[in-house]
């Protein structure tokens, strides 16, 4: 008899037993066709078999009830199931959603095949999962040896669910779920600078084009550090894929405020030198030091008051005067140009 209960809508499977003493009357035919067994009555007496249970009963040992007929209901009432539904997917253990929100937070998409060529030689084990289409996987062949090795999760699609996954169409063909990182504390970043640093402080910036263009100009001149007060902005997937993979090569730098960054920083012995379109020694007869924060602001308002008068130098690039500023991207290159010809 299999009486157990089977099925997710919570009704009770039923099925039919028999007792032995039906079975020699029918012969051991089937209820159903009729077929298979021999007739009751052509069995002799003698050589009828007898029952397992020396009562006779039905198998199980419970009452056939006083219905005619030889068939009767057994039934198991369904048990509490207190797990938590998981959506139809099977084997899965109980997340909780406060857990998958925080993990989330945690987590960002990048794209963009340069981007993740150096994010994957720089720090592969942030990646989390991954997609690619078809035609970029030859040049991933070494990421996808080393996924595969390290159970990490990737799927070749097409461009459209590429599109969906990455959030845009502009990915380039591949796209990596990584773990973010996290701004360094000023005191740590100032415990293992060298006599040559140049580090940027950006207040206000976060357009993701124009992060990305910043990081690109960072990496070229050699300036390693990033004073922001929202780490995560940096590792947007559209700054990382502006960058072409010189956000390997930066760092997030985070303080008690930016203002508190600052000071941290002209107490190490660094020169604070703002920016400004107006007003300022002219960048070509400026001398920035080897160790210098060097302060930019958003295009529209610039540096508020309190950054302003942290600065020991202020400078100005000169030009025709016909738009009102450089793009903040632009400045920084231009800026990060004549320090390294300084320092270099």
Known sequence: MNDEFKGKSGKVKVMYVRGDDENEKRGNSNPRTGKGGR??????????????????????GRDSGHSDSPWRTVSR???????????????????????????????????GENACQALFQSRPECIVRAWFVQEVTPRFR??????????????????????????????????????????????????????????LALEDIGNPHNLGGIMRSCAHFGAKGLLVDDASLLESGAAVRTAEGGAEHVQAISGESFVAGLDAFRKAGY??????????????????????????????????????????????????????????????????????????
């Not at 857990?99 to 794209?111: A, F, I, K, N, P």
């Not at 459209?160 to 169409?169: D, F, I, M, R």
């Not at 063909?173 to 580090?199: H, N, Y």
Request: aromatic letters at 4%; one cysteine or more; charged letters at 25%.
């Open 39 to 60: 007739p009751a009555a052509s069995r002799q007496d003698g050589n009828r078999r007898p029952s397992r249970n020396a009562e006779d009963k039905p198998r199980g």
């Open 271 to 344: 020169t604070i030198v703002t920016t400004s379109s107006h007003k300022g020694t002219p960048l070509a007869k400026a001398q920035l030091p080897a160790k210098v924060v060097l302060v930019l602001g958003q295009e529209r308002d610039g540096l508020s008051d309190s950054a302003w008068q942290q600065g020991d130098l202020s400078v100005s690039i000169g030009g025709t005067g016909k738009v009102e500023s450089l793009n903040v991207s632009v400045a920084t290159g231009v800026l990060l140009a004549e320090w390294w010809r300084q320092n270099s």
């Open 142 to 199: 070494e990421a996808l040896r080393w996924m595969a090795a390290n159970r990490k999760a990737y799927h070749v699609v097409d461009e459209a669910e590429l599109a969906k996954a990455s959030g845009t169409e502009h990915h380039g063909g591949v796209c990596f779920l990584i773990k973010k990182r996290s701004g360094m504390p000023v005191s740590q970043w100032l415990s293992t600078a060298g006599e040559k640093d140049c580090v």
């Open 77 to 111: 009432a369904p048990a509490d199931d207190s797990k938590p539904d998981h959506g139809g997917i099977s084997g899965k253990s109980y997340i909780d959603p406060e857990q998958l929100r925080r993990q989330r937070m945690e987590e960002t998409r990048v794209y």
